[in-house]
C-alpha cells in the first residue's frame, strides 16, 4: 500500500482496522482530545496486563533469575495456573522476603484460591514495603474490585496513576469501571487520556466517541467518529471486517437521528450502503428517518417492502398506519378514519392471507356490527384449529368499552349453534367434535375475565365430560377456582394436569405456582425439584433467578407469619438485580471490541432503569411489610423466654427443653447431611471432572435476619 499523502490525508490502515500515527493523524486527536490529561483520573475495572509491563522493570530490583521467575508469577496468573505462580512467588520470598511486588502478585493469585484473609494481608504488606510501586496499588485495586468495593479500587487507582500516569492498562481498567458506576465525565477524560496516548487502536476511538454518546454529548461523538474515518483507507474494511465496521456506520446514522440531522442521516445512508452488512437495520433505520422527514410515500414503500418478509410484525403494519395519517396514540379513530383502515387491512388480508396480525388489528379499531363480523371470522378458524390461547389473544379487547358483550354474544351464538347443529352460524359444513369443547373452553375464559365463577365453571366442567385428556381444560378450571378464592382445590387440580404430562415444564411451574398460592410450601419444593438439577431445587432455582418461585415462596411464608423464610425469598431476588447490576461489566470491553455499540447502549440504558422492574418491586415491598411487622411486633429475646419457661411447672419444662434440644440436633444431623451429599457431588461431575462446590448457606432459613 502507498503511504499517506499530505493532500488527502489518508491513512492505510491494518486489518485489524487500527489507524496508522501520521501528522494529520495526531493534529486531529489532540483537536478532539484536547490533551488535558486530569491529575487524578477516576478508576475502574481489573485485569492484569500492567503487572506484566512492570515484570521488565522488575530487573532494575530483582537479578536476573528472580525477575524471571516473576514474569512466570505473572503468566501463571493469567493463564489461571495458581499453584505454579505460588511456587514462583515462594521462590523469589526465600531470598528477598520483603520484595513488595512479589508479594502483591502472591496475594493476588491466593485471592484467586479463595484464601481472601491471606491475600489482603500479603497485598497490603507488599504495599507497605513498596509505596511508591504502581504494580503495589494496581494489584491492591483489582483486589476491592474482585469483592466489588469500587470506591476503594478508585482509591488505589487513583494512587497508581499518581505514579505512572500512562499506564494504558490501569487507564483501560479505570475506564471500565467508569462506565459500570456511571462517572460519565470521568469516563470521557479517561477515554480522551487512552486516545491521545494510543491514537492508533481502533478501540480507543470508538470508545472516546461513546463515552461522550453517555454523557449527552451526540454531536461530539459524532466528530469523533467522523475524524477516526478521516484515517481510514477508501477501501476500507478487509472481508473479514465488514460487519464490525458496518455497525460502527448504522452507530454513527443512529447518533445523527438522536441530534435531529435528519437530512445528513439519510445522506450518509445512501452513501454508506453498500458497507452495511446488517440490510434489515439498514431499511428499517431508513423507513424511519424517511417517515421523521414527512417522505410517507416513500416510508410506507420500504414498510411494504418489510412486511412482504414479515407480513406479522405489529410494528411494521403500525408504521404503514403512521405512513398514511392513520394511527391515534389513544386508540380513538373518526369514523372515516375506520373507514380507511378498514380498506386497508382488508388489502393487506388479501395480499397476506396467513398474516394472524392484519386478521387481529382491525378488532382494535371496529365498533358494532363490524366488530362482531370481524371478529366472527377471526375466531372461527381458530376454534376449528384448536387454539388454547385464543383467549389470552382476545383479551386486550375486554379494556374497550362495549366490546366485552358483544363478545360474550358472540360466543354464546357460536356456542348454541354447534351443539345444535354441528357447525357455525349461516355454514353448511360439519365441525370436528373437538370445535365444542374449544367453544365450551372459551366461553368458560370469558365469564371467569367477568368474574362469573359459577357459569366458568359449570361450562369447564362439561368441557371436561366431553374431551376427558385434554390437559388446558384442568389448568384453565384451576385457573378458575383460584380467581374464585379456593386455592387448594386449585393447587389439586393443577397437580392433575401436571401429572397428565410429567415432561412438560411448563404444567410443571404453574402447579407449584398454585400450590404456593395455597401455602402449601412443602409440597411445592417436591414438586420443583423434579425440574431442577441433583435434586436440589433451592440452590438450583436461586442460580437459575428463579424469581417468581421466590417471590411466591416469600408470600406464602409471610402469610403463614415466618417472616425470617420470606424475608430470605425477598432478599434473595433483591440480590438478583445486584448479580445482573454486575453482569454488565464485562460488555464493557466485549462491545467495544466486537462494535456491537447500538445493543451496547441499549443495554446501559436499559440497566439504569432494571429496578424499575414489577419483580423488583414486589421484592421491596415484601421485605419492608417483613420488616414492618417485625418493629410492630419484635421477636422475643432469650430472657424472655426463659422467664416463661420459669413459670411452667417443672415436668413440663424438662419436657420441653428435651423436645428443643432433639429439634436441634435433628436440624445439625441433616445439615450434615446435606452438606456431605453436596460436597461429593460436586467435586466430581458425570464426566469425572472435579467441580467447585457450592457456598454453605450459613442461615438457611432466615433466623438470622430477623434477629
Known sequence: MLPATQETGRVPCGRSGHARTTPQLRQSTRRLAAPKPSPHPRPPRVRLAAPRRAAAAMGSSLPAKEANLFKVIVKSYETKQYKKGLKAADSILKKFPEHGETLSMKGLTLNCMDRKSEAYELVRRGLKNDLKSHVCWHVYG???????????????YRNALRIDPDNIEILRDLSLLQAQMRDLSGFVETRQQLLTLKPNHRMNWIGFAVSHHLSSNSSKAIEVLEAYEGTLEDDYPPENERYEHGEMLLYKISLLEECGMLDRALQEMHKMESKIVDKLSFREQMACILLKLGRFEEAEKIYRSLLFMNP??????????????LYSENGQYSADDVERLSALYNSLKKEYSWSSAVKRIPLDFLEGEKFLEAADNYVRPLLTKGV???????????????????LEQLFLKLEDSIRTSGCFPGSSQIEPPSTLMWTLLLVSQHYDRRSQYDIALDKIDEAILHTPTVIDLYSIKGNILQHAGNFSAAAALADEARSMDLADRYLNSECVMQMLQADQVGLAEKTAVLFTKDGDQHNNLHDMQCMWYELASGESYFRQGDLGRALKNFLAVEKHYTDMTEDQFDFHSYCLRKMTLRAYVSMLKFQDRLHAHEYFHKAAAGAIRCYMKLHDSPLKSSAEENDELSKL?????????????????????EAEEKQEDETTSTNSSKSGKKQQARPVDLDPHGEKLVQ
Open 312 to 325: 406479522d410484525n405489529y410494528k411494521y403494519l403500525i408504521a404503514v398506519q403512521k405512513c398514511l395519517g
Open 142 to 156: 483489582l483486589l476491592y474490585r474482585s469483592d466489588r468495593e469500587y470506591r476503594e479500587a478508585i482509591k488505589c
Open 649 to 669: 411447672p417443672a415436668a413440663q419444662r424438662k419436657k420441653l427443653r428435651q423436645k428443643q434440644k432433639k429439634a436441634e440436633a435433628r436440624a445439625k444431623r
Open 388 to 406: 388454547p390461547s385464543l383467549f389470552s389473544d382476545l383479551s386486550p379487547l375486554y379494556e374497550h368499552p362495549g366490546k366485552a358483550n358483544i
